[in-house]
């Protein structure tokens, strides 16, 4: 079982920059695949971004590529976002997710089994 804590959501106004970080519990040798999600009010959950940690390969949503970056710290075992230009677009709950992945690559269209409980992001125009 992973259990995985997300930390760092915060309100900015656009423009700005934030980081969240996503605390494992345990990374097992059979996960492969982390991603971030989000979710704004009224509308359905989309995918942002996933790595697949056995090669650190990524893969973005459109509306976020060249804003965000998704990396793993291996030192503190956590998965990262880094988001910068933020837009009001961007306000919504952010989720971190983990799978494993019989693939030697990673998407968000996959079954994600393991997921945190969410960080607030609000951007401000």
């Known amino acids: 079982q992973v259990q995985l804590v997300e930390s760092g959501g915060g309100s900015v106004q656009a423009g700005g920059s934030l980081r969240l970080s996503c605390a494992a519990s345990?990374?097992?040798?059979?996960?492969?695949?982390m991603g971030w999600f989000r979710q704004a009010p009224g509308q359905e959950r989309e995918g942002v971004a996933a790595?697949?940690?056995?090669?650190?390969?990524?893969y973005y949503a459109a509306s976020v590529r060249g804003r965000f970056t998704i990396s793993k710290d291996n030192a503190k075992n956590t998965l990262e976002l880094q988001m910068n230009s933020l837009e009001p677009a961007d306000t919504g709950t952010y989720y971190c997710?983990?799978?494993?992945?019989?693939?030697?690559?990673?998407?968000?269209?996959?079954?994600?089994?393991?997921w945190g409980q969410g960080t607030q992001v609000t951007v401000s125009s």
């Open positions: 997710a983990a799978a494993p992945s019989p693939d030697s690559w990673c998407d968000l269209q996959r079954f994600y089994p393991y």
């Open positions: 345990s990374f097992t040798a059979a996960i492969k695949c």
């Open positions: 790595l697949y940690t056995a090669a650190s390969s990524t």
